[in-house]
Every structure is written in structure tokens, then in C-alpha cells.
């Protein structure tokens, strides 16, 4: 059995024939179609889901901040992760048993959320923000007004904190 070539798309002078550069042509625009739908497909579809988990996180710090204001443990419990570190405006470092312990005898206080920012990090989500703080220490009225910066991880399909700190900013 004899394989013949196909030569008619080639001139006598070895050129390439009007009929090949619109299949070579045909060719790369389709490649070139299908190239950009899937970059496009692959990035909307991770900016919903970082926009998800944002507006998740979000309502998360709303919901943190509402339970240290009204010293709900349990609530706080099942946000915190066990192996949280909590750096407060004073620059103390507290575990989560002891920032737990801490809010469980504080003095009811107003806490505000003035503006807050996340970004998302495929299993992390970080939060900068800026709240402001009124209550009583030490037996005297105080206002405090402070940024902070929340770290949330993904851990067994929940999202818990794993990092806090607060520095005051001047007013």
C-alpha cells in the first residue's frame, strides 16, 4: 500500500497556497478564542470566590465585635481557633484563654467599626481595619480609637481567627 501526499495547496515553487493560510489562520483564531475564554473563566471564577469569602469574613468581624461587646464567650469561642495569638493596643500578647478571660471581666464597653478592608489568600483572609472603643477603665470613662489587623484561616470548611492585633491611632 502506497501513501500519496497531497500537494495540491502548494504551488510548483514550494509556496503555501491561499487555501492553507486560511486553515493556519482558521487554526489561530481558535486557539486564540478558546485562550481567552479560559483565562477569563479562570479568573472571574476565583474574583466570585474571593468576593465570597470576603463578604464572609466581614460578616464575621461583625459578628467578633458584637460578641466582645456584649462579653459572649461562646460565640467568641467558636470563632477564635485554639491557637490564637491576640496583640491588644498596649502591645500585650494574650493567648485565646487569656483574651477570653480578659473580655469575661471587662467592664461593658461600645465598640464601633469605622471601616474595614479584606483580602483574600486562597485559604487566609487578612483584615485591616479601624474601630472605635468607649467604655469604663479604671473606674473613669475612656475612648480609644484603634486599627486593626484580623488573620482568618480555612480549617476544616470554617473560617476562624488565628491572629489579632490593635495599635491606637492618633485622633
Not at 23 to 32: F, G, K, P, R
Not at 67 to 80: H, S, T, Y
Request: hydrophobic share 40%.
Amino acid at each position: 500500500m502506497r501513501f500519496q501526499y497531497d500537494y495540491s495547496h502548494k504551488k510548483i515553487d514550494g509556496t503555501v497556497t491561499d487555501r492553507s493560510r486560511c486553515a493556519v489562520t482558521s487554526l489561530c483564531i481558535v486557539l486564540l478564542i478558546f485562550g481567552c475564554v479560559t483565562f477569563l473563566t479562570g479568573a472571574s471564577g476565583e474574583s466570585e470566590r474571593d468576593s465570597d469569602v470576603a463578604s464572609k469574613v466581614r460578616s464575621l468581624e461583625g459578628l467578633k465585635f458584637e460578641a466582645q461587646k456584649e462579653r459572649n464567650l461562646a460565640a467568641l469561642d467558636a470563632l477564635f481557633d485554639d491557637g490564637l495569638m491576640w496583640v491588644d493596643a498596649n502591645g500585650n500578647l494574650s493567648t485565646k484563654a487569656g483574651y477570653m478571660e480578659r473580655i469575661h471581666q471587662s467592664a461593658s464597653s461600645q465598640l464601633r467599626i469605622e471601616s474595614m478592608t479584606v483580602r483574600v489568600f486562597d485559604q487566609m483572609a487578612i483584615v485591616v481595619g479601624i474601630y472605635d472603643e468607649g467604655g469604663i477603665r479604671n473606674n473613669r470613662p475612656s475612648r480609644q480609637r484603634c486599627r486593626f489587623i484580623d488573620t482568618w484561616t480555612l480549617k476544616r470548611d470554617k473560617w476562624v481567627l488565628i491572629a489579632a492585633t490593635a495599635t491606637s491611632t492618633i485622633t
